[in-house]
């Protein structure tokens, strides 16, 4: 079911994501070589208590940590660890949610540590321009689902990347996830239309070779197939009467 929120709660909804924002771009700040996501998620977590809020990721069907943190040809839903720690030419990415009065905000990126290859930085540049083509050719009550899939879609294949089919995005609200799930994939013409007061995280997960991904065995963490690099840019996004708002921008 869809629920569709009023202003007021998209409000909300919008002071949730900006914590989330902001904790991004802490992390994004303190990405450098030699320190363990363990620290990182340290980092996160003591964030968003600080600001009142709770990081939505934390025991999460069991999660552990409050942020996800995904290296190289992880995709998403990397555990952070002490003895992981970060390595000079990787590609991280930070996934991180959190809940303010009730109202969930989520959002990503993907960032270098340090000095990356320019294959890595254009995989990361093309996965967030996947988002903003996607959010831009929304038209309130006009595009459906699949309409927006094919942009995404469309854009990230003409770099010859692979976009993952097995994890999409997703509404969001009081629930971290909700209806409707929103792939990164679709047909023009199918699929639900996007209306005002929907409320969704669209999430391009765009891969340097194959689409396929796998499931290690800690249960969370995702690795692309032929392990090659995988980049995540996330903003959650309201559809109001004037016009899309990106909330966690
Ligand atoms: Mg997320
Ligand atoms: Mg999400």
Same mark, same amino acid.
């Given at each position: 079911?869809?629920?569709?929120?009023?202003?007021?709660?998209?409000?909300?909804?919008?002071?949730?994501?900006?914590?989330?924002?902001?904790?991004?771009?802490?992390?994004?700040?303190?990405?450098?070589?030699?320190?363990?996501?363990?620290?990182?998620?340290?980092?996160?977590?003591?964030?968003?208590?600080?600001?009142?809020?709770?990081?939505?990721?934390?025991?999460?069907?069991?999660?552990?940590?409050? *942020?996800?943190?995904?290296?190289?040809?992880?995709?998403?839903?990397?555990?952070?660890?002490?003895?992981?720690?970060?390595?000079?030419?990787?590609?991280?990415?930070?996934?991180?949610?959190?809940?303010?009065?009730?109202?969930?905000?989520?959002?990503?990126?993907?960032?270098?540590?340090?000095?990356?290859?320019?294959?890595?930085?254009?995989?990361?540049?093309?996965?967030?321009?996947?988002?903003?083509?996607?959010?831009?050719? *929304?038209?309130?009550?006009?595009?459906?689902?699949?309409?927006?899939?094919?942009?995404?879609?469309?854009?990230?294949?003409?770099?010859?990347?692979?976009?993952?089919?097995?994890?999409?995005?997703?509404?969001?609200?009081?629930?971290?996830?909700?209806?409707?799930?929103?792939?990164?994939?679709?047909?023009?013409?199918?699929?639900?239309?996007?209306?005002?007061?929907?409320? *969704?995280?669209?999430?391009?997960?765009?891969?340097?070779?194959?689409?396929?991904?796998?499931?290690?065995?800690?249960?969370?963490?995702?690795?692309?197939?032929?392990?090659?690099?995988?980049?995540?840019?996330?903003?959650? *996004?309201?559809?109001?009467?004037?016009?899309?708002?990106?909330?966690?921008?």
């Amino acid at each position: 079911m869809i629920t569709l929120k009023t202003d007021t709660q998209i409000a909300y909804m919008k002071k949730a994501n900006q914590i989330v924002r902001d904790t991004l771009n802490l992390l994004i700040e303190h990405t450098k070589a030699g320190v363990s996501t363990y620290e990182l998620d340290r980092l996160a977590r003591e964030y968003i208590f600080s600001q009142n809020a709770k990081p939505s990721f934390l025991h999460y069907n069991g999660f552990p940590a409050s *942020i996800c943190v995904s290296v190289d040809c992880e995709v998403v839903h990397g555990i952070p660890s002490k003895k992981k720690v970060l390595e000079e030419g990787q590609i991280v990415s930070y996934d991180c949610g959190a809940i303010f009065n009730g109202w969930h905000g989520d959002a990503a990126r993907t960032v270098g540590v340090g000095l990356i290859s320019p294959e890595c930085q254009q995989l990361i540049d093309v996965t967030e321009q996947c988002f903003f083509k996607g959010v831009e050719s *929304i038209v309130a009550g006009v595009t459906r689902l699949g309409d927006l899939g094919h942009v995404i879609q469309s854009h990230a294949e003409s770099f010859g990347y692979g976009v993952v089919r097995e994890l999409v995005g997703h509404g969001i609200g009081r629930q971290m996830h909700e209806d409707p799930e929103v792939p990164n994939y679709g047909i023009s013409g199918h699929g639900i239309r996007l209306t005002e007061g929907m409320t *969704i995280a669209i999430e391009p997960m765009i891969t340097m070779g194959t689409e396929r991904v796998d499931w290690m065995e800690d249960g969370w963490t995702v690795k692309t197939r032929d392990r090659k690099p995988a980049s995540h840019y996330e903003n959650t *996004i309201a559809i109001t009467s004037h016009g899309i708002e990106i909330l966690s921008l």
